[in-house]
């Protein structure tokens, strides 16, 4: 890979909706509730699923 930039350095860059489930779960925090703030709507859950 060109840059000298590590497979890792890239994902840790590119870091997604899974990635910050999987790092809230493991804080020990409570997955968001339908109505929080932080819960995503229809169209973003849309858009990171690949559904069209």
């Known amino acids: 890979m060109s ?17 910050n489930i999987r790092a809230k779960r493991e804080r020990g925090e409570k997955p968001a509730k339908p109505g929080d ?8 859950w849309k858009r990171v699923s690949g559904e069209r």
């Not at 840059?3 to 990635?19: A, P, V, Y």
């Not at 703030?37 to 973003?44: A, E, F, G, I, T």
Request: proline share 8%; net charge positive.
């Open 3 to 19: 840059g000298g930039k590590t497979e890792d350095s890239i994902r840790s860059l590119r870091r997604g909706l899974w990635d």
């Open 37 to 44: 703030k932080d819960y995503p709507d229809p169209k973003q």
